[in-house]
């Protein structure tokens, strides 16, 4: 694994070994810009992947601002501690949950910062070169966790272990998959032969399904890898988890950037911030509040910030990106 390799010298460079990451940080300028970082903050990176967004935070945070950079997956971690290396203890990596940011915070010794980004979903260099099962593209044994240390069941148990009706409802659930009870069918009865192990082997299943994925844009196993993966990391209860534990963090007037990548996600990013936004949450029909709610935060945009046309002809996994912006009152 890694692809941090020395290249050749070149005169006035020094021996610095160059980071080569796999994935494109999306939406970076917007990011920095919405969080309007200042020399000396401390800012989370709650979904730190390879380090890209982490990189520019800790630049404008130059020379003495700090980074507490959180990922899941420990592998993905690990490349944007080598690739930060250079910036010694102002990246601190934090390997766990952005659900559990506040003790993440606490044992890293923050107990505000100045700014939150979740940049949510999963990484190029997890899609291409994790041999964890996350694309359809590839022959990988069907794992899908994130954190393979800490996560169980992972994408094969799911598969083989589920009942048809649950297989159904969680297809239709994480991938709004139409066809959803028509696959688990398919699933139930393959299985019956043999387990299903490999992404190759959940693919051939999914490719001979009659129709499926006809009048579609994407690939038939699209949105059943998405629910699959969703299912297995538990992603939608941990990320209306990891915005309200990111307003928890933030200091007043610090601000708490989104980006999510598809409608899925989106609509509980907006839900989630409506919530917080709100001063009162009573049902309609009370005349009178009586929730004693408080607004914890203020919507900053209210319609969405998209990747501009160069950086989705640059960058096309940028192009279902959506960011959304709330500062802490
Ligand atoms: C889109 S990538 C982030 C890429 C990163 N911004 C960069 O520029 O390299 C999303 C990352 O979030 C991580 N992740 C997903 N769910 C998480 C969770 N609940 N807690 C912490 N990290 C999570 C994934 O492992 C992945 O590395």
Not at 60 to 70: C, D, E, Q
Not at 224 to 253: M, Y
Not at 293 to 311: L, S
């Amino acid at each position: 694994m890694g692809i941090a390799r020395r290249v050749g010298f070149s005169a006035g460079v020094s021996d610095i070994p160059l980071y080569q990451p796999v994935h494109q940080p999306v939406l970076l300028r917007e990011a920095v810009e919405q969080l309007a970082v200042r020399s000396g903050w401390v800012c989370v990176d709650a979904t730190a992947g390879e380090g890209g967004h982490s990189l520019a935070l800790l630049q404008a945070s130059a020379p003495s601002g700090r980074v507490l950079g959180i990922d899941r997956d420990p592998r993905s971690l690990a490349r944007a501690e080598r690739r930060l290396s250079q910036f010694g203890d102002r990246f601190i990596p934090a390997q766990g949950n952005y659900a559990d940011l506040g003790q993440l915070a606490q044992g890293a010794n923050i107990v505000q910062v100045d700014g939150v980004l979740l940049d949510v979903g999963l990484s190029s260099w997890q899609l291409e070169a994790a041999g964890a099962g996350f694309s359809f593209q590839r022959d990988e044994p069907l794992d899908m966790r994130f954190d393979p240390i800490n996560t169980w069941p992972d994408a094969a148990e799911l598969v083989n272990q589920l009942s048809e009706d649950e297989l159904g409802k969680l297809l239709f659930q994480y991938g709004e998959e139409p066809r959803a009870r028509t696959i688990a069918r398919a699933l139930v009865q393959a299985r019956q032969a043999s387990p299903v192990r490999t992404t190759g082997q959940l693919v051939k299943l999914l490719e001979a399904i009659p129709g499926l994925g006809r009048g579609r844009r994407t690939h038939p196993a699209t949105r059943t890898f998405q629910a699959l993966r969703i299912a297995v990391n538990d992603e939608l209860t941990n990320l209306e988890a990891g915005i309200k534990a990111a307003i928890d963090l933030l200091k007043p007037a610090g601000r708490l950037v989104v980006i999510s990548y598809h409608s899925l996600e989106d609509r509980l990013v907006k839900q989630t911030l409506a919530y917080q936004a709100a001063s009162c949450v009573c049902p309609a029909e009370i005349p009178v509040c009586v929730c004693n709610h408080q607004a914890t935060v203020r919507i900053i945009n209210r319609r969405i910030i998209r990747p501009a046309p160069a950086e989705v002809a640059a960058n096309p996994r940028s192009r279902s990106a959506r960011m959304r912006v709330a500062e802490k009152l």
